[in-house]
């Protein structure tokens, strides 16, 4: 997926053909229904943001520059209609009492989550992360999951890099506590 390729189609529908805007949406309906079916956790109302996330990008198009990623572009606009479709929802976030997690328990947590099997894994972090308020559950699976640098989540969720640092430690921080109480503690203490 070139950024190339990409900008050939955002031409050609930035010069009034909308029939190429088919082939962004077909390219990257997966990964904007994924983010936002993570985000709100509900097959209805991820399906309802992607088609407004899209709507949105093809209105908005004009204001793709092109310093970043076609991808990471719409990443941002995914990721802001979701935000916004929960406050609508005023979905209500598990409180996590984070003061006892040190670096120590993340890198024993961390290490325990690499020595499971893959499927496993996800699967147990990705119940985790669900468990988390919105901005810091998306935050974790652009990192997890969709593998962004720090770069890209920055211009996605508009966060300065050093922020987004802090952001990051203090939502791992959150997951650990939380995957402490969701993992048997014999099978953490194993990788510690």
Same mark, same amino acid.
Request: glycine letters at 2%.
């Given at each position: 997926?070139?950024?190339?390729?990409?900008?050939?189609?955002?031409?050609?529908?930035?010069?009034?053909?909308?029939?190429?805007?088919?082939?962004?949406?077909?390219?990257?309906?997966?990964?904007?229904?994924?983010?936002?079916?993570?985000?709100?956790?509900?097959?209805?109302?991820?399906?309802?943001?992607?088609?407004?996330?899209?709507?949105?990008?093809?209105?908005?198009?004009?204001?793709? #520059?092109?310093?970043?990623?076609?991808?990471?572009?719409?990443?941002?606009?995914?990721?802001?209609?979701?935000?916004?479709?929960?406050?609508?929802?005023?979905?209500?976030?598990?409180?996590?009492?984070?003061?006892?997690?040190?670096?120590?328990?993340?890198?024993?947590?961390?290490?325990?989550?690499?020595?499971?099997?893959?499927?496993?894994?996800?699967?147990?972090?990705?119940?985790?992360?669900?468990?988390?308020?919105?901005?810091?559950?998306?935050?974790?699976?652009?990192?997890?999951?969709?593998?962004?640098?720090? #770069?890209?989540?920055?211009?996605?969720?508009?966060?300065?890099?050093?922020?987004?640092?802090?952001?990051?430690?203090?939502?791992?921080? #959150?997951?650990?506590?939380?995957?402490?109480?969701?993992?048997?503690?014999?099978?953490?203490?194993?990788?510690?």
């Amino acid at each position: 997926m070139t950024n190339t390729n990409d900008q050939y189609y955002i031409t050609k529908i930035l010069a009034g053909d909308a029939q190429a805007y088919t082939f962004l949406v077909n390219r990257y309906k997966d990964m904007v229904f994924t983010l936002a079916v993570r985000m709100l956790r509900n097959k209805e109302e991820a399906e309802e943001v992607a088609q407004d996330a899209f709507v949105k990008a093809y209105i908005k198009l004009d204001k793709f #520059k092109g310093d970043a990623k076609f991808s990471t572009w719409l990443y941002k606009v995914v990721y802001n209609t979701s935000l916004d479709k929960l406050k609508k929802l005023k979905k209500n976030a598990l409180v996590v009492p984070i003061e006892n997690v040190t670096e120590r328990n993340l890198h024993t947590i961390d290490n325990a989550l690499e020595q499971m099997q893959d499927k496993e894994r996800t699967a147990a972090i990705q119940e985790c992360i669900a468990l988390l308020p919105a901005d810091e559950s998306a935050l974790l699976t652009l990192f997890y999951f969709d593998e962004l640098s720090l #770069k890209e989540i920055a211009k996605i969720t508009a966060t300065p890099v050093n922020n987004l640092k802090v952001k990051l430690f203090r939502s791992r921080k #959150k997951l650990a506590a939380i995957i402490e109480t969701r993992i048997s503690p014999e099978i953490i203490n194993i990788y510690g």
